[in-house]
């Protein structure tokens, strides 16, 4: 069945450095990569996502890259800052029209 | 304004007994989902529904039965809860239909416990 692996399931940087969180995916299907961001008792939130069509995109510190051949797609923060500490998830919808989540990489930025 | 608002927040309860947990979205989106998150924060759909229809339904035991009365509600009745149904259970909404990529906006979440 469709499957995301995510890793690494944690993560520690220092402020100021870059954190990368890599996922792969199994449904070629696959069309749409939303990341979220989840912190300590709250809801999920999208914080940046990128289409089939597209190799990379950027918003501001964070960005996205897809490579649809390999099945991969990261996620790249740069600059981090202690606010940046959270789960964050990756996520693939697939043909089944389902969106399959990985199982979060718990991010840890030290002042 | 509240955009995905569940209710309650928490639910402490004893085996075998039957709770429902209520979502509203006030976004005006055609589908709503339904996810578990374990202890371990794995999110895992549930169900879905797109303008009251059922359109992904998972793996999910029989006792859990999702209703939804019309596009900005859809609420989830667990029968005969049992220990390993304790989790936080996230009610989500996005714009298009299921199978179009769109944002979805989860709401505060439901920390379900059963003792």
């Known amino acids: 069945g469709e499957n995301v692996e995510q890793h690494p399931s944690t993560l520690s940087v220092q402020e100021g450095d870059s954190a990368v969180i890599k996922c792969t995916y199994s449904?070629?299907?696959?069309?749409?990569f939303p990341w979220y961001k989840q912190e300590l008792g709250k809801r999920p939130q999208l914080i940046i996502d990128i289409r089939s069509n597209v190799g990379e995109k950027k918003d501001q510190r964070i960005a996205v890259t897809l490579n649809k051949t390999a099945k991969h797609f990261s996620l790249h923060i740069t600059e981090t800052q202690p606010e940046d500490s959270a789960v964050y998830f990756c996520a693939a919808l697939g043909g089944g029209f389902k969106t399959i989540f990985g199982a979060g990489t718990r991010l840890f930025v030290k002042a | 304004d509240t955009a995905v608002s569940q209710t309650p927040k928490y639910l402490v309860t004893q085996m075998g007994n039957d709770k429902s947990i209520k979502c509203e979205q006030n976004l005006g989106h055609d589908t709503m989902y339904w996810y578990k998150q374990d202890s371990k924060k794995f999110l895992k759909i549930m169900f879905s529904?797109?303008?009251?229809?059922?359109?992904i339904n998972e793996t999910v035991p029989n006792r859990f039965s999702p209703k939804s009365p019309d596009k900005a509600h859809l609420n989830l009745h667990i029968n005969s809860l049992e220990l390993g149904d304790s989790a936080v259970y996230f009610c989500?909404?996005?714009?298009?239909?299921?199978?179009?990529?769109?944002?979805?906006?989860f709401g505060p979440g439901t920390r379900l416990t059963v003792l």
């Open positions: 449904d070629s299907a696959s069309n749409y």
């Open positions: 989500a909404s996005s714009q298009a239909s299921s199978g179009v990529g769109d944002t979805q906006y």
């Open positions: 529904y797109n303008n009251k229809e059922l359109i």
